[in-house]
């Protein structure tokens, strides 16, 4: 799909992120943002190659990403890649979700059949596709495309049920339609286990409700092919959603890159999962940054929003902890929940200016109401802007705040920006070393 590139970006964020992008270079060098192309490969497509092998299904690959937005130029080197009855696989972001509607439209039309994924999947109007698929990948949405491209249809998945699957991931993710991308990305995902058991209101993948693994000798097989697909790309983010839920998933990286020396990795977890093993785990891999989820430092929102935790004290002790153990604590901070106020956002800033010294970097989004964050059915009602190209992570948030209005839960956003603004300028001194080599 082609990116949505954003217009009217909002200058204090740019300016933050401008910022943000010399200070993680500054520390990893090989780091860099790509001028004229995606910052990371579309690893789903890697994943569904390898399941349609294994069901003998062949599949190309058309990267649109440098398309105009417009359906009849999408739709032209679709309409060459696939003939009568193919199926065409489209997983669009919220601002490109109405074009991959009309594109759909299009290609049905034209002979096609379309299957529609994604977070924003199941707002498609009832037979605007084929089949809508909502979850994971897995051999049961293999057998539906199968049965849809035999021309008998495919029946929507089962819910699944919360907690850890007996199910592995046998598989390796197939990257051969992404060669393209060797050179062209910083950095590598790489997941030992999909999905998430914690079930945080606001969150787009509390929607997984599972924790499946991925069994060892299909992570070892994957990273033999990134090793030999992107040679020169050495920064990997381990896209487990809660790095530490399972201790065999950990394991399995340890014991796949004992022997790969030279990777450096970025995590992200749960505060709850901050833990001294973990945290071993972490250095003994090669993790340089830790992702944590912050909202708020008002316990008692996150407590009514689903987010499990023990505290601020709790977290503010556990930032320390990473901090201390010579890990960069990397924020993912968000604003515009519905439970936010005038004072739970003074006690996060307030926050934030104290424990400065432990905060490296911070990834800033602004709430947008998916459809598969849990929140979505209570929220729904309230949304009052359904034009999707403005459910934007760095715009005003599109529904009514229980406690702010619309625009005032916006300037609260731009006060955290600015908050993590002056933290990422006037990072914490570290020891400086003398020209004679002294620690002064």
């Known amino acids: 799909m082609p990116f ?12 933050y992120y401008e910022d943000y992008d010399r200070t993680f270079r500054d520390f990893l060098p090989e780091y860099f943002i790509p001028s004229d192309g995606l910052w990371e490969i579309p690893l789903w497509v890697a994943h569904l190659t ?27 080197p679709l309409l060459h890649a696939t003939g009568l009855g193919d199926l065409v696989l489209m997983s669009p972001l919220a601002q490109n979700f109405r074009l991959a509607l009309d ?3 299009r290609l049905a039309a034209a002979g096609r059949r379309v299957v529609l994924g994604g977070n924003m999947a199941p707002l498609a109007p009832k037979d605007a596709v084929h089949i809508v698929h909502r979850g994971q990948l897995d051999a049961e949405f293999v057998r539906r495309l199968a049965g849809l491209a035999a021309g008998t249809g495919g029946a929507m998945e089962k819910p699944v049920e919360r907690g850890l699957s007996a199910s592995r991931i046998t598989w390796a993710p197939d990257y051969r339609h992404l060669n393209g991308f060797n050179g062209k990305v910083p950095l590598l995902r790489l997941n030992a286990s999909h999905g998430c058991l914690y079930d945080c209101a606001f969150c787009g993948d509390a929607w997984s409700k599972q924790l499946i693994l991925v069994d060892k000798n299909a992570l070892a097989a994957e990273v033999d092919e990134i090793t030999d697909r992107f040679p020169d790309t050495r920064l990997i983010y381990i896209g487990d959603k809660t790095f530490g839920q399972s201790r065999e998933a950990v394991q399995n990286l340890l014991e796949v890159f004992r022997d790969r020396p030279g990777y450096r990795f970025i995590a992200q977890t749960h505060v709850m999962q901050v833990k001294d093993w973990v945290v071993e785990a972490m250095l003994e891999l090669g993790v340089v940054a830790v992702e944590l989820g912050f909202e ?10 689903g987010k499990l935790s023990r505290g601020l004290s709790d977290y503010t002790k556990k930032i320390h902890t990473l901090s201390d153990a010579g890990l960069k604590v990397v924020l993912n901070m968000m604003g515009g929940l519905d439970e936010e106020s005038e004072q739970s956002h003074a006690q996060t ?10 905060l490296w970097l911070f990834n800033l989004y602004n709430f947008v109401p998916y459809p598969l964050t849990p929140d979505f059915p209570r929220l729904r009602e309230r949304i009052f802007d359904w034009d999707f190209a403005n459910w934007r992570e760095d715009a005003s948030v599109v529904y009514r705040p229980q406690h702010l209005t619309p625009e005032r839960s916006w300037e609260l956003f731009q006060e955290k920006i600015a908050a993590a603004h002056r933290i990422v300028r006037t990072p914490a001194p570290d020891l400086l070393i003398s020209a004679r080599g002294e620690t002064k």
């Open 296 to 305: 708020s430092a008002d316990s008692q929102m996150l407590k009514r929003l």
């Open 103 to 105: 594109i759909a439209k």
């Open 4 to 15: 949505p590139s954003t217009h009217d970006p909002d200058p204090r964020l740019s300016q």
């Open 50 to 76: 390898a399941l349609l092998n294994t069901a003998g299904i062949d599949s190309t690959f058309s990267d649109l990403s440098k398309v105009p937005a417009e359906a009849e130029a999408c739709c032209d």
């Open 349 to 358: 800033i307030e926050w934030l200016e104290a424990n400065s010294s432990a």
